[in-house]
């Protein structure tokens, strides 16, 4: 899930959702140019009842499921991810969805409970929040967009749970692989469940990571011209997968850019994309045109001006305004010179953080607002205002450490590596739930081995208390859990590629094979954590 690039430090921090990885994810987008979904679900009244969840037990909850004949809607998330949060406070909220909710068995695991990380791996889970439904029976049928908005995310559950195939006969039929057997016609609402699964989640359920991009083109050509909305969407998604794919380098496309600017130019496009709208203007801008040419130029105006005037839009949610805004000032940068943005802009950005701070009393969409806002000051170079907002925060927040990150990042942009790894080490302290430090605690490490390579004591401490906190389960070798670890093996192996921290990574080693040890001989996660430093070439012997 990607619009807004919320806050620089899911580069650094795990980031919420899978969008390039390491989790440079950001929180979904509720909102439209008409009926922003966010103000919608705000001002609704709260839910008389609440959702039945069924936490961590994942398998009894499908024993339930059988058994009552219902659907499964899985959800996996944290408590301190953004764009988990904002899921809460404009889907979850919502009575239509809670009284839906009694139509499938909920399931709720959370990314620290117990076996979570075993389970991300089962069903090929990677970022917060993935949403998936399935048949009684355990088929999958399709990953819901938490990046869409409310209102469109209502709409795909409910052709979800009214019998839909299953996204993945549904994609073998549009792409006409049918192993010889005629392929039923697809309708309107099979192409808007493709146009609407979430492809940032699908960690290759579907189809292999390389192949994401042309399979996202070819749905595009594909979908019938009386689909025009869905049709624009699959095309929006294939060029911002091009753009982010291996080896992806601009190209002078009129033709895309004339197609792009007829999108921009039709308000219900822009309603029915505004996370692509607002999410990908820089990657797509700079796919289909070249560097300081006439048709960059004409491209980013128009797409700056749609930008605009959602960013002055009253009817939409700070969210969605702060959503624009950041589009805004990335676009900006795309051939600005020496990074100057106009004064306009950076009051905007301003103003939009400014707006966000005094409106949103929500707990569950300040988390997202007050860490969009940040982000977007900081990337309009506003780095002390981002940093008294992160900071004004920080007692008020149920997840400070998130905002802690954020305040790292911008240290380190600042080029004040001191401060940058001081709030890295403060957000480890204050991290809680075992996976949650895992991740901030390879979040430290890697911050001072990048930031203070020289500082060998306070590495192989930081190092030595993320391992000596692994529990010697097999569910912490999984998923999440395991790509962290082994990020931090290589920055590590990296570290010492000339082997002269032979000694401090020597005794990491032994302390990690301590650990690995204490694993049932014949477990996967046993072959997975002896193999983490196997993997990482250059680690001391």
């Not at 979904?28 to 001002?43: D, E, I, M, R, Y």
């Not at 355990?138 to 209102?151: K, Y």
């Not at 205002?385 to 149920?398: G, K, N, P, Q, V």
Request: glycine share 8%; proline share 7%; net charge neutral.
């Amino acid at each position: 899930m990607r619009p807004l690039p919320l806050l620089a430090v899911m580069l650094l921090a795990a980031g919420c959702s899978k969008a390039p990885d390491p989790g440079a994810g950001a929180p979904p987008k509720a909102g439209a140019t008409a009926t922003p979904a966010l103000a919608a679900s705000a001002a609704a009244p709260a839910a008389a009842v609440e959702i039945a969840w069924e936490k961590g037990d994942v398998d009894a909850a499908f024993a339930k499921a059988k058994a009552e004949n219902k659907p499964v809607f899985l959800y996996w998330g944290a408590v301190w991810c953004p764009p988990c949060n904002q899921v809460k406070a404009t889907i979850f909220n919502r009575q239509d969805f809670v009284e839906r909710s009694r139509h499938f068995v909920p399931v709720y695991l959370d990314g620290d409970s117990k076996s979570a990380q075993r389970q991300g791996a089962r069903f090929k889970i990677g970022g917060y929040p993935t949403m998936i439904l399935f048949t009684p029976d355990g088929t999958e049928i399709t990953r819901l967009p938490g990046e869409a908005d409310a209102e469109q995310y209502m709409q795909v559950l409910a052709l979800g749970l009214g019998g839909a195939r299953p996204v993945k006969t549904t994609l073998a039929a549009a792409l006409g692989k049918g192993g010889g057997t005629a392929q039923p016609a697809l309708s309107g609402d099979d192409w808007r469940m493709l146009a609407y699964y979430s492809w940032d989640t699908d960690e290759q359920a579907l189809i292999p990571k390389k192949d994401l991009a042309p399979t996202l083109r070819r749905l595009a050509q594909a979908c019938p011209p009386s689909e025009a909305a869905t049709a624009a969407r699959l095309k929006l998604k294939a060029l911002a997968a091009e753009s982010k794919a291996a080896g992806a380098k601009p190209a002078d496309d009129p033709a895309a850019r004339d197609e792009i600017a007829k999108m921009l130019a039709d308000p219900t496009i822009v309603r029915e994309s505004f996370d692509l709208v607002t999410g990908y203007p820089r990657e797509i801008a700079g796919q289909v045109s070249l560097p300081k040419t006439e048709g960059r130029a004409a491209l980013v105006a128009a797409w700056d001006a749609v930008l605009s005037r959602l960013a002055a839009d009253p009817a939409l949610s700070a969210a969605d305004r702060l959503s624009a805004v950041g589009a805004r000032i990335d676009l900006a940068k795309l051939d600005a010179v020496d990074g100057k943005l106009p004064e306009a802009l950076l009051a905007g950005a301003r103003e939009a953080a400014a707006r966000g701070d005094r409106e949103t009393t929500n707990p569950y969409a300040r988390e997202t607002v007050i860490n969009g806002a940040a982000y977007v000051l900081a990337s309009a170079g506003l780095y002390a205002e981002s940093d008294a907002l992160l900071t004004a925060e920080l007692a008020r927040s149920s997840t400070p450490y998130y905002a802690m990150l954020g305040l790292a990042s911008n240290a380190k942009k600042r080029g004040d590596k001191a401060g940058a790894v001081d709030w890295a080490e403060k957000a480890y302290a204050a991290a809680a739930g075992p996976a949650t430090r895992l991740q901030w605690g390879v979040t430290y490490v890697n911050m001072l081995v990048d930031l203070t390579p020289e500082a060998t004591a306070r590495i192989e401490q930081a190092a030595g208390q993320v391992i000596a906190e692994l529990e010697p389960v097999p569910d912490t070798f999984y998923d999440r859990n395991h790509r962290y670890l082994e990020r931090m093996a290589k920055k590590l192996a990296d570290w010492n590629r000339d082997k002269p921290r032979q000694e401090a990574v020597k005794r990491m080693k032994t302390q990690l094979a301590g650990v690995c040890a204490k694993l049932p001989a014949g477990d996967p996660a046993r072959k997975s954590c002896d193999g983490l430093w196997n993997a990482s070439k250059g680690a001391a012997a």
